[in-house]
């Protein structure tokens, strides 16, 4: 037997006021932002080793174990970027390229000139990785609201400003690299060989 019974109509399309559209696209991209934050943060916690239990928590074997002396921890003991080896490395260099590409050279990039240099390559540039990286981790911190309104403010002037400075002086890392946009270059400059320090027997 078929059902015969009418059939009860659709629900109406949600519709959004073109006033309110931007508000909502705001809204969508900062929510967008945390979640890939929030997504850094835990592929970080996931693949920091355990916490190691106070002494008096620790069973036998472990109290033995860490009698016998410290072991080297098989995790990431910093979250700077050159602490980071291997694929945590390659995780947080694609998140870092992220913000770099998307956020902060749309914004602040400016023009190339030969007082301002820049690299296309720059993630091959490792002070220019390191110091894009800590002016990212300092980022998310300083435009979290639990920093307050303040927070911005504070990452303009005490980290981006001084970060922009280093990277783009006539000598820093990309001294070699690009310095007009017609003409894109990339050099890694060399560096200091290590001073070998030895005891005269």
Known sequence: MSDTSPTAPGPE???????????????????IAEVRRQSVVLDRLGSEPDPVPPADQQTDGAAE??????????????????????????VELAALSN?????????YGREIS?????????????EAVARLHALWLVWQQLTDTEA??????????????????????PDGPFAACTTSPT??????LTTPAPVQSGVAA
């Open 65 to 90: 174990a860490g009698a016998a002396g410290p072991e080297k921890a098989d995790g990431p003991t910093s979250a700077f970027i050159l602490a980071l080896g291997g694929e945590a490395y390659a």
């Open 148 to 169: 307050g309104l303040a927070g911005p403010s504070t990452w303009h002037r005490d980290h981006l400003d001084q970060a922009l400075v280093h990277l783009r002086a």
């Open 99 to 107: 913000w770099v590409n998307h956020l902060l050279l749309p914004v």
């Open 183 to 188: 003409r894109p270059n990339h050099r890694l």
């Open 114 to 126: 030969t007082t301002r240099p820049w690299c296309a390559l720059w993630h091959e540039h490792p």
């Open 13 to 31: 399309p949600f519709r959004v006021s073109d006033e309110n559209l931007d508000d909502l696209a705001s809204a969508l991209a900062k929510t």
